[in-house]
């Protein structure tokens, strides 16, 4: 890596909980990996492009000057209701990008002629019913810069709405007593080229994993709390909890970040699941114990095999293994694909 920094633009959407209107803006993030495991996908900036205020009804259809502006962080911190669309960039592409908006920013026009009849320079005329609204303004600043936007217009050329973009939560934190802003869910790319799609999928067995790690949490727990509830307990058990919940917080902090989940991490973690499960199931086998809890994770692990093999190879039909399935075909053929799934994951 020749730099520290990782650049992200993400073309963000305000549904109707955060803005009736369904606004449209870009946000710029960083992610600087001196901070090692405290990274952050950081907000660096959130620019819109708005029309002309009209009392009544808040904004002018048409303003032969727009305004761009900066994103008030009341209405992008901590809402629901944002979805995103985001690249990664160059440090170039962010710089080429940031002085194209600077430009339209710093031109924003008066809303008024001054004494001799004239209009300060404006910047670029909003229309709410063409493409000269907020929306595609985010996406001639993307394609500016070489991104390829035709999945994200529809019919008129119109920006589509939460298709196919993902689900975004910025939070408010502070480091070093400076008030940040940051992703406070996982920073899933969309694809630029080849690499991107690898580190897609990369990213998609990761969240496989986490499921399944999460699942068999929640089957412990449970059947822990049902044996405390009896006076009982089973060490196996407690010892799979502990060794499990630092698997998945290590994933947790991973996860927002997709350029460091790499095949060799993400084996690393199965390998860790798998021989974690395989010791206590094991363990269990020789007591003669937990019968059914053996079985529903094994199947567990079965399961996110056959998933992570999908991913890897290809989409296909995906069997779904629990502790009802008596399918010994099924089950004979994922535990055929796990060996080639940890060698594919290397």
Known sequence: MDTPFEFYVSYCLMTEKVNPFGHGCIIFTQIDHRLGNKARAEVLDGVGFYSRYMP????????????????????IVDQEGLFHTTFQISADEMGEILTAINQ???NIGDEAPNAN????????????????????????????????????????????????????????????????????????????????????????????????????????????????????????INEAITNLEPILQELIIDESYPNRITSQKVNHWVSKVEATIKKETDSLKNKNIENNLIQILLDTIKETYYLMYNTYFGTGTTY???ANTKDKMTFKEVENLQHRTRMSLK
């Open 320 to 322: 779904s293994c629990n």
């Open 117 to 236: 009849g004239e209009y300060k320079p404006g910047g670029p005329t909003f229309n709410l019913f063409t493409g000269n609204n907020c929306k595609r303004y985010a996406l001639q600043k993307f394609e500016q810069i070489g991104i390829d936007t035709k999945k994200m217009r529809g019919f008129l050329q119109i920006p589509k709405l939460t298709k196919g973009m993902q689900p975004l939560k910025i939070a408010k934190g502070q480091r070093e007593s400076k008030d940040i802003y940051y992703w406070d869910c996982p920073l899933v790319v969309t694809p630029r080229n080849t690499q991107d799609t690898n580190r897609i999928k990369e990213t998609t067995k990761c969240g496989f994993l986490k499921e399944s790690i999460e699942k068999m949490l929640l089957i412990l727990n449970a059947r822990k709390q049902t044996l405390a509830e009896q006076g009982r307990k089973v060490n196996e």
């Open 104 to 106: 339209d920013r710093n």
């Open 56 to 75: 009544g009804l808040g904004l002018k259809p048409y303003a032969k000057r727009g305004r761009v502006k900066a994103e008030e962080h009341q209405y």
